[in-house]
């Protein structure tokens, strides 16, 4: 499995509870990602950046979801400027207590 983590700030910052709100919407979105295990949507409240942590169950999953209409179309939209996009690759996990 690999992890994509993606920082970026929004173009517009919507309160919290649109916030909410459009993310409710996009979780039936993510839910149709080809390969796509879990997702995190985080935010820092001090710097007003944001992003997602996502996982995925291979490096090609990864890679289509960048080329994706979901990326380009929903995601590229609302950011400002360009997202910082990091990848790793899952060595080991801990799940309660638990080294998988």
């Known amino acids: 499995m690999v992890i994509l983590k993606i920082a970026f700030t929004l173009k517009d910052q919507p309160p919290d509870q649109e916030l909410r709100k459009m993310l409710a919407q996009l979780v039936e979105v993510y839910k149709r ?17 944001a992003g997602g942590i996502y996982i995925f169950e291979s490096q090609e999953a990864l890679e289509e979801y960048l080329k994706s209409d979901v990326w ?5 939209p609302i950011i400002k400027g360009e997202p910082k996009i990091e990848m790793f690759v899952i060595s080991a996990a801990l799940d309660a207590g638990v080294l998988l």
């Open 72 to 76: 380009k179309n929903i995601m590229l």
């Open 33 to 49: 990602v080809p390969g796509l295990k879990q997702k995190y949507f985080v935010a820092d409240p001090k710097t007003g950046e």
